[in-house]
């Protein structure tokens, strides 16, 4: 055992660990740690890994169901679908994103789709929910800074078309919202679906003493030595162009390669355990699989195949370089894995053994660098951080908020707003088709997909919505889950499964720590009403620069299963249907996208019912099932005004609404209560389905008719569809053309 | 005979004449960045070699065939190679 | 049917199913085969081989299987390629003409309308001269090249199979899909396989596997 270098105290703060963790591990090894050991229990035991900050919160969350495979803690949830096995994960690469937005997006899905083959599952989606800061077409940052939210935005893009576009994996769906907070700190999510027999599913379990491990895919760098504890756990400063040598690069060509070696060896019932190389590296994987079983491992560094000279054993144990999986194989099999992984020209190296020890031992040409107890790396500090609700704003009372002076340009300053336009800019660079099982794509509510094997087929959504988060985080969470519940709803999808990627600020601030624990309240308490276990998730701290956080953001990644009937559209389908809301309209302005865009204000939200939201479920897909809906749409940001625009472009056709007694029309247009879907209906089927929403006591209420060539709002607005095709459709690529 | 180690770069370059949506892109984004008086962008790429031959005449012939049959195509691309220099002792 | 497997195709299962559906089997051979004996019909799918690195198509082009399918051409067997299958062709010189970065410099996923522009060929057949297709097309490199000599060449020998009713990526003369002289080698941009299940994509893509099957019916026939 080599001796441990005499700075080593002052070294353990510079690698963010703190003086009570360095006390830990002192007693956990019994000696003073060296080097190697120390930058293995920095990155381990850093907020990205270990989740000391958040775990006393996530163990609250519902995540039991009959329908749970798998649940929390290992690489994705798994739920069974029709006998399938379907894996759901997100995550966060939101700081790697902001330094080098095509290498952060690329590298952010490589490792969400190492995470779903680690459970022996094929990836078959991905959805991306993106957030950045405004761009240069409006006037809420400085012109600098919004011409570098544009250069993020096409970076970002760039990386998620290029990444997901080769390794053949579609891209179903999405989000993108544009909002000042996110300028110095735009959210990169993505979340990734997998599929496998039910009997195939596999663990990260390095079962087995004598059993082999193997190191699968690309040479080992130095590629983000300590980038999840620089990275994702550490507040963002001015300079951060200095953490560039730890920028990693994605090579999606070998991914795929990975994919289907991986797969492959699955299928040849070869695969002891398999785990991903994501964060801390080989550090984590070779600990986590050891810890998980209850073994130990013996690794030999030298093994290691490197891309760089001179590499330390911290560097080689803790480096990030993407495109790695772990396999353990028994004795009896490696021949047959590593003749495998040369057939698709697949790196593959024997780098140790599993033990019995329980001791994560490492050699580098037969001297001893580290030896610890495996599960110590992953055991890591739990904190209970200060929590301290921050002072509130005042509420925006409704009856405050003026008519706008001119209805149909306020209609149309939403269909062009950023947020709220038409994303096709962005999803056309995409590859949303391949595997011939996207049944409908971007740009609807939610992703309805066939799913390999099985006769029914799945929904996927991801919403969030960090205005509402930053009035109310509680409320703001439940909101999230209650709109991708609406969006499976209206495409006929029950939802079965809740994965989450939780992006907030520092954790160490007792107003972020409040607003988290109250957000991860929310969502349990959404999640227990209606019926989706939380399967896992991720947590993203530190996202603020110079000291200002983003609204707390919670993305709420949803699973639905869609029985037989196909999905209606949002779009209107015949002149003559008749145009339904289910659900009330409630006098809500508040925080309401009409109150952002049109008068400038922020704050406040709408209230929320959960049993009513569940019930409003309940009767959109009985209504689909029994095909009684011609077209059913979600009707949140943007209100009635952003559904009706959105039905009549979808279906390309105009319709001819009154507004409703009682309620000025500004609000009734305008007003973001939830609980709502557009539907329309032949003539002929609305008593069936005002029988059907009676039932449940969900109102539903006449608006007028399908037909004509513009959208006609009472006597008040008329506005041709071609116009408002014009506005919805060009509002992003206008704003993402270079002057 | 004896090899020796030479350093080859291969530039390619899109054959005049073929428009080059990356070097007019380029070309139209530098005004903005004060940069308006650089024209005639043009994007290719270079390869670096090292070739293992008796001389640096067959090294370059040598890389010379790779380009013709590989590293460029010559539908739209022309390329150039420079023998750099001896990489090292013998092979 | 062959559908050749190359290391980053990422397209091959959709061709499969997308034949299956037509109720043809197809079968997967590996990118180092040599013989393609006792195939109809050679496949060369979309996707990425090889990442797309040096060039669209460049190293999948030097591939064993290349060789064979080269050999099996010559001996007037169909071989179609799509997207990057057909970037394949060009770069082996099966096809003449090179396929360049879309003119926006995006990659374009999304239905376009075809033009049947000829139907003197296996691929075309089942169609009617004219007709408008919507197929999708999937690429970053779609921008059809060729000299303007080779332009008057394929036209006065009627080898371009489709045109785009509305060019997404700047190809000369709206080119999505050119023949062999020997009119039994296809390329094409668009994804045919994506466009034959009502469900998915529409069903105007089947007229060109359609008329692959029907030409080699009554090959067959005429060989009997």
């Known amino acids: 055992m080599s001796e441990a270098p005499a700075t080593v105290v002052s070294l353990h703060r510079q690698l963010g660990l703190t003086d009570d963790e360095y006390a830990r591990i002192e007693e956990i090894l019994g000696r003073k740690p060296n080097h190697a050991e120390l930058a293995m229990y920095s990155v381990m035991w850093s907020e990205h890994c270990s989740y000391k900050s958040s775990k006393i919160y996530l163990r609250t969350l519902p995540s039991e169901g009959p329908q749970v495979l798998i649940g929390p803690g290992e690489g994705a949830g798994i739920v069974e679908v029709d006998g399938v096995a379907v894996a759901l994960r997100i995550e966060s690469h939101n700081h790697p994103s902001f330094i080098e937005p095509v290498q952060g997006a690329e590298t952010g899905i490589g490792g969400i789709v190492r995470d779903i083959l680690s459970m022996g599952a094929r990836p078959i989606a991905l959805l991306d929910p993106l957030r950045f800061g405004p761009l240069p077409v409006e006037d809420t940052v400085e012109p600098a800074t919004a011409e570098r939210n544009r250069f993020l935005v096409e970076g970002v893009v760039t990386g998620i078309s290029t990444y997901g576009n080769c390794i053949g994996v579609p891209t179903v769906g999405g989000e993108v919202v544009f909002d000042p907070c996110y300028s110095g700190n735009p959210l990169v999510n993505v979340m990734c679906i997998g599929v496998a027999p039910v009997e195939r599913i596999m663990l990260a379990r390095a079962h087995g003493p004598g059993n082999v491990v193997l190191l699968l895919g690309s040479k080992t760098g130095r590629d983000g030595i300590g980038g999840v504890s620089v990275l994702a756990s550490s507040a963002f400063e001015e300079g951060s162009e200095t953490k560039r040598p730890s920028v990693q690069v994605g090579d999606p060509f070998t991914e795929k390669l990975l994919i289907e070696a991986c797969l492959e060896l699955i299928e040849r019932g070869v695969v002891v355990g398999i785990q991903d190389l994501g964060g801390a590296g080989i550090c984590c994987a070779t600990s986590e699989s050891a810890a998980n079983a209850g073994t130990g491992m013996r690794i030999h560094l030298e093994n290691v195949p490197r891309r760089e000279r001179g590499m330390e054993p911290f560097e080689i144990l803790t480096s990030e370089s993407q495109e790695r999986m772990l396999v353990i194989v028994t004795p009896e099999d490696e021949e047959e894995a590593l003749a495998t992984c040369r057939r698709w020209g697949l790196g593959a190296s024997v780098i140790g053994q599993v033990t019995a020890s329980g001791r994560l031992e490492v050699f580098e040409d037969g001297v001893c660098v580290a030896d610890v107890p495996a599960a110590s790396l992953g055991d890591g500090p739990v904190y209970y951080r200060p929590v301290e609700r921050p002072h509130e704003a005042p509420p925006v009372p409704d009856t405050d908020v003026a008519p706008p002076e001119d209805l149909r340009r306020a209609v149309l300053a939403l269909a062009g707003d950023p947020s709220l336009c038409s994303k096709r800019w962005v999803w056309e660079q995409y590859d949303h088709q391949v595997m011939l099982g996207t049944v409908t794509g971007p740009g609807a509510d939610a992703a309805v997909l066939r799913l390999p094997g099985a006769r029914k087929r799945i929904a996927v959504t991801a919403d969030a919505n960090g205005r509402w988060c930053a009035a109310d985080p509680y409320l703001g969470t439940c909101h999230a889950v209650a709109e991708a519940a609406r969006n499976l709803s209206v495409v006929g999808a029950e939802p079965i499964a809740v994965t989450n990627c939780l992006n907030f600020g520092n954790p160490e601030r007792a107003d972020v720590m409040w607003a988290f624990s109250e957000s991860v309240r929310g969502l349990g308490d959404a999640c227990t009403a209606l019926g989706t276990p939380v399967t896992g998730g991720n947590v993203s701290f530190y996202n603020e620069t110079a000291g200002r956080s983003i609204d707390p953001t919670p993305v709420v990644g949803m699973v639905g299963v869609v029985a037989d009937a196909g999905p209606p559209g949002t779009g209107f389908r015949g002149a003559g249907h008749l145009i339904v809301l289910l659900g009330e309209t409630l006098p809500e302005l508040a925080g309401s996208e009409f109150l952002r865009i049109v008068h400038r204000r922020q704050g406040g939200l709408p209230s929320l019912d959960l049993a009513r939201e569940a019930a409003l479920g309940r009767v959109v897909r009985g209504a689909i099932a029994r095909s009684l809906l011609s077209s059913a749409h979600d009707c949140s940001e943007g209100g009635l005004a952003l559904a009706l625009t959105e039905s009549c472009l979808a279906g390309g056709l105009g319709a001819a609404v009154t507004p409703e007694d009682g309620l000025p029309v500004h609000v009734w247009l305008f007003s973001e209560t939830a609980g709502r879907v557009l539907a329309s209906v032949e003539p002929h089927r609305l008593p069936a389905l005002r029988a059907l929403a009676a039932a449940e006591g969900v109102p539903v209420s006449f608006l007028g008719t399908v037909g004509g060539d513009a959208l006609r709002i009472g006597s008040e607005a008329d506005i041709p569809v071609a116009v408002l095709r014009d506005v919805y459709d060009n509002a992003l690529p206008a704003a993402m053309r270079h002057a | ?91 | 049917m062959a559908i050749v497997v190359f290391p980053g195709s990422n397209c091959e299962q959709d061709v499969l199913q997308a034949f299956a559906c037509l109720g043809v089997r197809a079968e997967y051979v590996w990118h180092h085969a040599t013989d393609l004996g006792g195939f109809d019909v050679v496949v060369l799918p979309g996707g990425f081989s090889y990442g797309d690195y040096l060039r669209t198509g460049a190293i999948a082009a030097f591939s064993p299987v290349m060789e064979a399918v080269r050999r099996f051409a010559a001996a007037g067997g169909l071989v179609i390629g799509i997207c990057n299958g057909f970037q394949i062709l060009c770069e082996a010189g099966l096809l003449p003409g090179a396929l360049r970065w879309n003119a926006g410099l995006k990659f374009i996923c999304r239905p376009v309308t075809v033009r049947v522009e000829t139907t003197d060929s296996p691929f075309t057949s089942a169609a009617v001269a004219g007709q408008a297709l919507e197929i999708p097309i999937n690429h970053f490199q779609g921008n059809y090249h060729c000299s303007p000599a080779l332009l008057d060449q394929l036209d006065a020998e009627d080898r371009i199979a489709f045109r785009y009713a509305d060019n997404p990526n700047g190809s000369v003369s709206d080119i999505a899909g050119v023949l062999s002289a020997g009119r039994n080698v296809l390329g094409m941009m668009p994804h045919p396989e994506r466009a034959v299940d009502p469900a998915v994509g529409g069903t105007d893509g089947r007229v060109v596997l359609d008329s692959m099957l029907t030409s080699l019916w009554s090959l067959r026939a005429g060989v009997r």
């Open chain 2, 1 to 91: 005979m004896e090899l020796v180690r030479f350093a080859v770069a291969v530039d390619v370059m899109p054959k005049d004449g073929i428009s080059d949506p990356q070097g007019q892109t380029i070309e139209r984004a530098l005004p903005s960045l004060g940069f308006a008086d650089v024209h005639d962008v043009r994007v290719g790429k270079r390869i670096e070699l090292a070739v293992e031959a008796p001389d640096a005449e067959t090294a370059e012939a040598i890389v010379r065939a790779a380009c013709v049959r590989f590293l460029a195509n010559p539908v739209i691309e022309e390329f150039q190679v420079h023998v750099l220099e001896r990489a090292g002792g013998p092979a």
